[in-house]
């Protein structure tokens, strides 16, 4: 895997094996947004991806974006790989019973 597409594209068929609902984000006006929208039981997660291969960095109005969102107690993530990702769907499914 060297591309944001092919992580992309892993999260997809992750995601639909563990029943997450999984939207790549296309957001307005809105540079810096988080690329990914998941969903899973009443748990929502926003995950910028980056390049597996290691080009890609946070800019800075993504990470002013991002600790925006966290304040206001959104779970932003940073995935660059298969483990990222296993490791983040795992979060977001490990619903504990109330």
Excluded at 56 to 78: A, C, D
Aim: one cysteine or more; charged letters at 30%; proline letters at 3%.
């Amino acid at each position: 895997m060297k591309t944001e597409k092919d992580l992309f594209n892993y999260y997809k068929r992750q995601c639909n094996k563990k029943r997450v609902t999984c939207y790549k984000v296309q957001a307005e006006n809105a540079n810096g947004w988080p690329d990914l929208f998941l969903a899973y039981k009443g748990r929502v997660f926003l995950v910028e991806l980056k390049s597996p291969a290691k080009t890609g960095r946070l800019s800075e109005r993504q990470k002013i974006i991002h600790n925006t969102l966290r304040l206001q107690g959104v779970n932003v993530y940073v995935s660059e790989s298969k483990e990222s990702a296993d490791e983040i769907i795992a979060k977001i499914t490990d619903v504990q019973p109330t």
